[in-house]
């Protein structure tokens, strides 16, 4: 037997387990991103959670471009040109492609805040007013001043962050989205500033699409009922012409509408979100207030929107997440201000367990578009609940003024998309019709206004 | 006089403080970070240096959004192309990110590093902050 010096093993040691870095697998960021994200190829694509009614969308391109390819074309090849299926082929690549790209890209989302920034922005917001145990709450929105034009930046309680000017919080996302425009259920995604040029090549080429799809099968039926057969009997012969006729009948004026629409976003630089809430109108102020991001020059403003450099990802989907060894820097600090803004973070915290109770019947139903009709009215219910024991209290004012809007676009899309489903035409959600709609929000906000302006 | 650290020391240093240095609105939207010199860093550095740093990292942000000639006929060309070029070509915006990082890097040894300072580049922060860590002087005899 050898002799072998033992050393004195120390139970300290053995009861906290070593850091075991090497056998834990090292995850990626897409696995533990706290959005309502969906991530596929490894974290190379991403989509919202919900996926909207982008089957449908997709479905309904793909069938109406099939029948036009399978049995208008063969007939106008041989009666006009050749060219018909050559340009629908381009016209349909060019729509599925940017709508794909519309689908699947970032739209710009801000990732949250790391613990020791939230706890940075904290102690800035509360040093200043000195007021850490009164009732009222410091109101938590920042002033800066963009082209002479006062911009409030709002702070968000659920990725702890000032959010920077355009950017808005997507409730459906769960993520801030920089120059937000609005949540596109067609396409299952935010539009943001990244995916802004896409969603935009999307409706144009649509708007072609349809229309050329709309002339040909118009085309086709009335040079078949010119052979002295009359409309009855071409329709007997092609009855896909019929279907799409009616398809492409109803969707040509809404994405008409809506290309439209977002050709005088571009122009002006702003965004559906602004639009409707009418930020920049000067309603409400009555003095001279103009759009400070605007270059004043319609050609500008749509080569900045639309061609300008592509910004990157953020949120860094495909890193690894780093090991817990930093140290914490200062905890106590950490602490203090969570103390403090346990009556902020509670409604905040309240309000994300009924949506989130609300929310997971829906997560597994396949009906996207008949279910959320209740939550509309919960989440909308949600606001005038939760803070009741605080009469409107100016730090939710920020986080309930940026939710509350998405939520009206939320509704407003789903019922639209309810719509859809007894029609087989499909509507858009910011269309023709809301020029009558963008106004009456335009009084909703303004009436909404004087309540929280007397607050901040 | 501080003992100069390498940066490799510096990780087995103990963290005593970050300091962030925000985004600065006042020209829009684009990519700028506030010059403005903080207290905390007062003991630390020179403030020449600092704002000379943080300009630095402006400038670049700006040749990164540049709305210019070269942008446009990438936006166009992306445009023709069904924007899959994306999928091939780097943008201008990475090659000035990694432009970027370069800087920091040689930054962070030449001259934070030296101090028991380390920058993180904003990209790591969602472009939000430029997070400055302090580290702890540990070195006996210094200050």
Not at chain 2, 86 to 93: G, I, N, Q
């Amino acid at each position: 037997m050898k002799n072998r010096e033992y050393q004195q093993i120390d139970p300290q040691a053995l009861a906290t387990p070593p850091p075991d870095h090497t056998s834990r697998r090292l995850r990626r960021k897409w696995e533990v991103f706290p959005g309502k994200n969906r991530f596929c190829c490894e974290g190379r694509i991403i989509a919202a959670r919900q996926s909207g009614v982008l089957p449908l969308t997709l479905a309904l391109i793909l069938l109406t471009s099939g029948l036009f390819f399978i049995f208008d074309c063969p007939y106008l090849v041989q009666n006009l040109t050749g060219c018909i299926p050559a340009i629908g082929g381009v016209l349909f690549v060019f729509v599925m492609v940017s709508l794909l790209q519309t689908s699947f890209t970032d739209p710009g989302i801000l990732p949250r805040a790391t613990p020791e920034e939230a706890a940075d922005v904290e102690k800035q917001i509360d040093n200043p007013t000195g007021s850490s145990s009164s009732y009222r709450p410091p109101p938590r929105t920042k002033e800066v001043v963009i082209n002479q034009q006062v911009v409030k930046l709002k702070y968000c309680f659920t990725c702890k962050i000032f959010r920077p000017p355009r950017t808005s919080h997507c409730s459906l996302c769960d993520n801030c989205v920089e120059r937000f425009d609005h949540h596109c259920p067609w396409v299952g995604n935010c539009v943001g500033k990244r995916n802004y040029r896409f969603f935009y090549a999307f409706i144009v080429s649509l708007s072609f699409l349809t229309t050329f799809i709309f002339a040909c099968a118009t085309t086709h039926l009335a040079l078949r009922s010119r052979g002295g057969n009359g409309l009855v009997i071409a329709l007997q012969e092609s009855p896909a012409s019929a279907l799409e006729l009616v398809v492409c009948f109803f969707s040509v004026w809404s994405i008409l509408g809506l290309s439209g629409f977002h050709t005088y976003l571009v122009a002006a630089n702003l965004t559906t979100n602004e639009d409707i809430k009418g930020s920049w109108s000067g309603k409400s102020g009555g003095e001279d207030v103009g759009n400070p991001y605007s270059y004043n020059s319609i050609i500008k403003n749509c080569c900045s929107v639309l061609c300008g450099p592509m910004p990157p990802s953020l949120i860094d989907r495909r890193g690894f997440v780093p090991s817990d060894d930093s140290v914490q820097t200062s905890p106590v600090e950490i602490q203090l201000p969570a103390a403090k803004n346990d009556k902020n973070m509670c409604t905040q915290g309240t309000k994300g367990l009924l949506e989130t109770a609300s929310r997971s019947p829906l997560l597994t139903s396949s009906c996207p578009q008949a279910k959320p009709q209740a939550m509309p009215a919960v989440l909308e219910t949600l606001p005038e609940i939760v803070p009741s024991p605080e009469p409107h209290p100016p730090k939710t004012t920020g986080g309930r003024q940026s939710t509350n809007t998405p939520h009206k676009h939320h509704s407003h899309h789903r019922s639209k998309a309810k719509q859809t489903t007894h029609h087989t035409h499909k509507t858009s959600n910011s269309s023709p019709r809301p020029y009558h709609s963008h106004s009456s929000r335009r009084k909703d906000s303004k009436n909404r206004d004087p309540k929280f302006s007397s607050l901040r | 006089m501080a003992e100069t650290h390498s940066l490799q020391d510096l990780r087995q240093a103990a963290v005593t403080s970050k300091v962030f240095v925000q985004r600065d609105y006042t020209s829009g939207t684009i990519c700028k970070f506030q010059t403005k010199f903080p207290a905390e860093l007062e003991s630390r550095m020179d403030k020449q240096q600092f704002e000379e740093t943080i300009q630095t990292l402006n400038n670049l942000y700006a040749e990164a959004e540049k709305l210019g000639g070269r942008s446009y006929l990438e936006g166009c060309l992306a445009c023709l192309t069904a924007y899959t070029i994306f999928l091939c070509m780097e943008t201008h915006y990475e090659k000035v990110l990694k432009k970027i990082a370069k800087y920091i890097q040689e930054q962070n040894e030449k001259i934070y590093a030296p101090l028991g300072l380390l920058l993180t580049d904003p990209i790591e922060r969602g472009l939000r902050v430029v997070e400055i860590t302090i580290f702890e002087d540990r070195s006996i005899g210094s200050r």
